[in-house]
């Protein structure tokens, strides 16, 4: 949905106005008058998901939606309101919708970039019932009477370069994993980056083996297809900070020779959404040009059992030298964050950020609610979970005790590169840190969060663009 945020709606040109309203008195909010009216003759109390629709003559329609208590109004919350909106816009094949949400919380670019995706859907591949693919909308939100005319145009450019991060990643994580390879993954960083004015340098096969990238070569073993490690740079003039974000691109995971049960195993196309939020985050930040020197960084294989495969037994050596015994070959992804990791900390930056589908066990602790976040530096950690609440992304601080790597010890090698069941998420994280050599570092385990395995009311089924908006918010804290 294409959103702009307006001073004024011209209801003339709408096909449908959508009003968003709380519980309690509507008598002291800044409605147009003929809404005033309309929301006054249907006595409409703003419970939540009430939603009722006028069929009036300017606009021709008018829904209002119930929204609950107005002083619990979260971003959450707000989102699945207009995540209904965009479904019944869809349903009624409105062209262009107006929006209403008379609220000062939360914030109207929030508001627009949550608007901006309420409609979206992946659909390139669906042959059938063309009607119902994808078409474009034009939202209207009307902006605060408060606002002036130049804050309101940064405000929905602000809201815009959110939302095509997202959707970048959204449209990279849900692409199907034929089509997603690394190859075709790095090739996507660079059209992105050109279009974003950032420089994306793409590591071939060679390169990697030259790098000495011991965990993504090994991971890649079992593949037909080559691995891919790319680094992307946005460097603004005036920046002060420089932050290296670093994602997990297992464009399929099968788990290797410690093969995955086949239920479910589809999703596992989903395993490179660290990536593809490496590859949105640097987008947005681009767009909104931010003045934070950002590095992009990731490393993208499959992870396929084959005769070739690496399998448990072996003993790889790390690019920054330390030696991993392989005990599970499903645990690959900390294999290839390991040398990303190692990479990143050779660049000196302030702060590194990792994203990555990491454990199940993370989904076991937290489900889809919460993305794991594993740091030493406790201002990072409080200021990625502000972030956090703020933008509706929930970030969970785990522990990173030394006292776990116990876990990980191997009899023949400096680390084994699974702990087992037990702490799963952690011991993946401590495993990580072995690779890090940067004051500040977090770990974002987003597992349950990168996709949906079903829809629901806030969002569509599969990749939800997690990453993105915490890490704007944070970037533009620094
Ligand atoms: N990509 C998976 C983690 C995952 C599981 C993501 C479920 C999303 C949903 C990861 O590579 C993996 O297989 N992890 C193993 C680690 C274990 C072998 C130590 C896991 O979580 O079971
Ligand atoms: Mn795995
Ligand atoms: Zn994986």
Sequence with gaps: MFVDISRELKFSKLDHLFVLLAEGK??????????????????????????????????????????????ALTIRGVRAQLTAVGRIAKKHRDKSIGVIFPYAQPETSAVADALA????????????????????IDAALLAPPSLDKKSVAQLADHARAIAAGVNTVRDLGNTPCNVMTPER???????????????CTVYTKRDIEKMKMGGLIAV?????????????????????????????GITFDSGGISIKPAEKMEEMKFDMCGAAAVIGIVEAAAKLELPVKITGIFAATENLPSGSAYKPGEIITMMNGKTVEIVNTDAEGRMILGDA???????????????????????????????????????????????????????????LWDEYKDLIRSEWADMKNSGGRWGGAITA???L?????CPSWAHLDIAGTAYAENESPREAKGATGAGVRVTIEFLQSL
């Design 341 to 399: 990791l190692h990479y990143a900390s050779s660049l000196k930056p302030d702060h590194i950020i990792d994203y990555a589908t990491l454990t199940g066990a993370c989904v076991v602790a937290l489900a889809g609610d919460a993305a794991g976040l594993f740091t030493d530096d406790d201002a990072l950690a409080r200021n990625l979970i502000h972030a956090g609440e703020r933008t509706g992304e929930r970030l969970w601080r785990l522990p």
């Design 429 to 431: 994280a401590v495993f």
């Design 117 to 136: 995706q309420s409609d979206y859907k992946y659909d390139p591949y669906i042959t059938v019932k063309k009607d119902l693919k994808r078409y474009p």
């Design 220 to 248: 890649n073993r079992g593949s037909d297809l080559e691995p891919r490690f790319v680094v992307m740079e946005y460097t603004p003039k005036k920046a002060k900070k420089h932050v290296a974000l670093v994602g997990k």
């Design 26 to 71: 509507h008598d002291d909010l800044s409605l147009p008058d003929p809404i005033r009216k309309i929301v006054r003759d249907a006595a409409f109390d703003g419970r939540a998901d009430v939603v009722v629709t006028i069929l009036g003559h300017e606009p021709r329609k008018v829904t209002l939606i119930g929204v609950g208590k107005s002083d």
């Design 185 to 199: 993954l790095a090739e996507r960083a660079q059209e992105v980056s050109k279009d974003a004015g950032v420089k």
């Design 433 to 437: 840190k072995e690779f890090v050599d």
